[in-house]
């Protein structure tokens, strides 16, 4: 194992660059998971990372010991920082000491909408975003289609948020979603304060396509006249709507409910 202890190293900076800037991750096609439950996740589904990142306070930890001797077997790089210069590339507090190197997955794009999805306009919280993609994974909904406008699916926020449901999903970025609803052979719904029929009423039990926007503005008007159906979640109070996560969560579920035990 190779140990860095100097900030010039070429590949430390390349590394404090991932860990920093969106851009340079975009460019270099790669992502970073930080942490030994996001590590063991990946390494569960998709096997060799590129690189395997240890602390050097972090090399005989019980939990990370089992998961860097994992990457040396599959022949990964393994680099050993010294643990001031972890801690300046790292984004977790009081994290750990382990993340990994990937290349972000780049799935193939479908060319119309055939099978349960998730369509997300403009979402901007990174917190949100994990977490619908986790619910989707959770509810057994492969594809997630994210406007140009969305939070970086692959940012280290989204991925901690996600907890390791980036790894069983297709996630397609910059996606023209007006596009891909006008190609789509499933109905599209929409939640709407103001819609007629709720989730309840509604047949979910063949694939649709959930189309979910931003935090303030919710779908833009263009997704909101693509869509087939409009449904609202009926709740009780004074809110007047939910958290798009909490909203996602309860029609992902609602739909998954309606596949498994029916109407």
Same mark, same amino acid.
């Given at each position: ?7 010039? /190293? ?12 969106? &851009? ?16 063991? @996740? ?30 040396? $077997? ?12 972890? &801690? ?35 979402? &901007? ?10 619910? $989707? ?36 970025? /910059? $996606? ?47 997704? &909101? ?17 939910? /958290?798009? @996560? ?18």
């Amino acid at each position: 194992m190779k140990t860095i202890s100097s900030r010039d /190293n070429p590949l430390y900076k390349e590394l404090k660059q991932l860990a920093t800037s969106a &851009q340079a991750r975009r460019k270099a096609g790669r992502s970073l998971l930080d942490g030994v439950h996001l590590a063991q @996740a990946w390494l569960q589904v998709a096997g060799k990372p590129a690189f395997c990142i240890v602390a050097e306070s972090a090399l005989h930890h019980a939990e990370v010991a089992p998961v860097l001797a994992q990457c040396e $077997a599959a022949s990964s790089q393994c680099i050993c920082l010294t643990d001031a210069l972890y &801690q300046a590339a790292s984004q977790v507090e009081n994290g750990v000491g382990l993340l990994l190197v990937i290349a972000t997955p780049q799935p193939s794009a479908p060319t119309a909408l055939t099978t349960s999805a998730v369509l997300l306009d403009g979402l &901007q919280d990174p917190g949100n975003l994990g977490s619908i993609l986790r619910s $989707a994974a959770a509810a057994g909904v492969k594809q997630v289609f994210c406007s140009a406008g969305t939070a970086g699916a692959w940012s280290p926020k989204v991925l901690r948020a996600g907890m390791g449901a980036h790894f069983v999903l297709d996630i397609f970025e /910059n $996606a023209d979603l007006v596009a891909l609803c006008a190609a789509s052979r499933i109905p599209l719904l929409a939640t709407s304060s103001h819609a007629a029929q709720t989730i309840y009423d509604c047949d979910l039990s063949g694939p649709v396509a959930w189309l979910l926007g931003h935090e303030g503005q919710g779908v833009s008007p263009a997704l &909101q006249d693509a869509a087939t159906h409009e449904v609202v979640i009926p709740h009780l109070g004074e809110m007047e709507s939910l /958290n798009v @996560a909490a909203a996602a969560a309860v029609c992902l579920f609602e739909q998954l409910r309606q596949r498994t035990v029916g109407r």
